[in-house]
């Protein structure tokens, strides 16, 4: 590889390529299958690849929306939410759910997907889904630029009080990601990944880290 050979660009002015390679650097990415309700008790079911967890104790997760839309919209007045995980079996319904539709049109019913009540909050998780987790908002907050200036952007951040797991995927006590084929983002226009058993491969971790996964020095 050459270290001095590199497409330089300043996202403010633009990256000269055909397709913004922002999002297909910073892949793949767990998909935000959010469930949601708005203050009336209408249902929302929307997919974000902006995605991920952020704390272990308590457990939160988040994502974040380009813009004001329902979901940002029904989390704010009820202040809960269900993150459904999304497999290579449900990808093409998941694909239904993130067309924009009439108003009043459930995307549970337009992706024929089965809404399951929930044990801890009033929203439902996608039935078929082979993991969910229940979520309480902690926090929704307008994204700002380098500036300090507001953008369009909103990010959403709750706590999990709740997890399914499809019995199926743990093995010997341990949940298995790659039983469950789930699929991820991976940039451009419609790039996803699946994950399989034969793609993973396990790292040993530095002699000190209590936990395999990274969390800085």
């Not at 079911?45 to 902006?50: C, E, Q, R, V």
């Not at 239904?96 to 108003?103: E, F, G, K, Q, R």
């Not at 998780?125 to 507001?150: D, Y």
């Amino acid at each position: 590889m050459d270290l001095t050979d590199f497409h330089y660009y300043e996202p403010s002015k633009g990256h000269g390529l055909r397709h913004n390679p922002f999002n297909a650097i910073v892949a793949p990415r767990p998909i935000g299958w959010i469930s949601s309700r708005n203050a009336t008790g209408q249902l929302n079911l929307a997919p974000y690849s902006f995605f991920n967890a952020f704390l272990y104790d308590p457990p939160i997760i988040g994502f974040s929306s380009i813009s004001w839309k329902d979901t940002v919209k029904n989390v704010s007045e009820t202040r809960e939410f269900v993150w459904n995980l999304v497999t290579m079996d449900l990808g093409e319904r998941m694909n239904v759910t993130a067309a924009p539709l009439d108003h009043g049109v459930s995307e549970f019913e337009a992706a024929g997907l089965t809404p399951i009540p929930g044990r801890h909050v009033a929203v439902p998780r996608v039935g078929e889904s082979r993991a969910a987790m229940e979520c309480k908002v902690t926090e929704v907050s307008q994204l700002t630029n380098a500036r300090g200036e507001k953008v369009e952007g909103w990010f959403v951040l709750g706590e999990v009080v709740a997890v399914y797991i499809d019995k199926s995927l743990i093995e010997d006590g341990v949940y298995n990601t790659a039983l469950a084929r789930p699929i991820l983002r991976a940039g451009r226009g419609g790039d996803y990944l699946e994950v399989r058993t034969e793609n993973m491969f396990e790292m040993t971790r530095p002699p000190g880290s209590s936990k395999p996964e990274f969390h800085g020095t």
